[in-house]
DNA sequence: CTATGTGAATTTATTCACAGCA
DNA sequence: TGCTGTGAATAAATTCACATAG
């Protein structure tokens, strides 16, 4: 059981696997083994072994992975075992529908707080969710809330990164299709959904 | 000027350089210099020069690139010259937000249809758009629609892309928190929002 | 004198192949 | 015997450094 320097590249694949033992926890199921995993989640064997090994020592040869113990080492890597507060940026269709969806549940994010800059929509709640004005960015501090999702139209991208930087935000999730300046210290994930379906053509038959 | 086949990992950023090159010739800028365009993107000088040249030969040596130029090229790569039709299935939160997205255009793309299982949603018109039934899907090849999106529930993920491959379609967006097998002339993408925030913590200051 | 274009050097990631443990 | 864990081999991507063209 060695410790590296877990590789950007695990790093990006570590959430897939624990999407895929989670799934494979609630079936009730307690090991795995790495080919079998790798066929569930349209994987490589040795590229699962390879990137456990990297914190590994999880596994029983023989037998394969514990399903549970690799769950809470990959929630401890990514530091998802503490549980996270995010405040969304933007309340609009794209933003709305973040606010909704359920699929943070499982990594152990809550979105607690949605902000948008039209006074129509502030005071309205979404779910249990009561959107504020965009000048209470600066409670996030307070409220202990350091995780942010940006969807607000790309004109406001920059605007909204300074002013959640400057609340004390630590992570940024950007929806908008606009690069983000941030400080070093801050990290800015980026999902474009119109740039990732702009790749799909080239790698379709003419 | 070389052709040199042009590796994934470039064809992840050629939209991020398309994405800058439009908004600056809409500023009315005809060129731009590696070094420019990187500040403005976010990226590294060499890197764009890099893939530039594999298509290459597309600047002028003390003067930068031909903004337009460049345009017609990557768009002429990533096969976005022809224009694509998508169709979009589940129309949830999630899948209505997509249909709304304006995003798409830029890249040529026009969501044309959109499907959904529940029949008290088959009818409603979204934009211009009027929700079909699952059943119809088999008529997307007849339309020449062979991009989809899937943004129905993870359960539903893999019938709904054996659907659409029966009905022809060749590049699939995933929206859906599940592998889907595909045959290897199916090109999928998969975008789970919760496994980018799932990165996030990672990266942040403890 | 500026900025491209590209070989070469370096770093990083993937794949293989198999020793070794349960 | 089955499957992990990992060095070694291979492949790929990034970075550098500079000759070369405008």
């Not at 694949?13 to 033992?21: K, N, Q, T, V």
């Amino acid at each position: 059981m060695r410790y590296y320097r877990i590789s950007d590249e695990t790093v990006r694949r570590l959430p897939i696997y624990l999407r895929g033992l989670l799934f494979l926890a609630e079936q009730g199921q307690q090991n795995i083994s790495s080919r079998k995993l790798a066929d569930f989640l349209g994987v490589n064997s040795w590229q699962i072994r390879k990137d456990f090994s990297y914190f590994g020592g999880f596994g029983t040869r023989g037998v394969g992975y514990s399903i549970e113990k690799l769950i809470k080492q990959i929630n401890k890597i990514l530091k998802l075992d503490v549980g996270h507060k995010a405040a969304l940026v933007g309340v609009g269709n794209l933003g709305s529908a973040v606010l909704i969806y359920p699929g943070f549940r499982i990594y152990g994010f809550d979105i607690a707080a949605a902000f948008d800059a039209n006074p129509k929509k502030v005071g309205r709640k979404i779910r249990n969710i009561t959107i504020e004005d965009i000048s209470n960015l600066q409670t996030l501090k307070k409220r202990k809330i350091n995780l942010a999702i940006i969807a607000v139209p790309r004109d406001a991208a920059q605007q909204t990164a300074d002013a959640l930087i400057k609340a004390g935000v630590k992570g940024i999730l950007n929806f908008s299709p606009h690069y983000i300046a941030v400080p070093k210290k801050v990290k800015v994930i980026t999902i474009d959904i119109a740039m990732d379906l702009a790749r799909l053509p080239y790698y379709m038959p003419t």
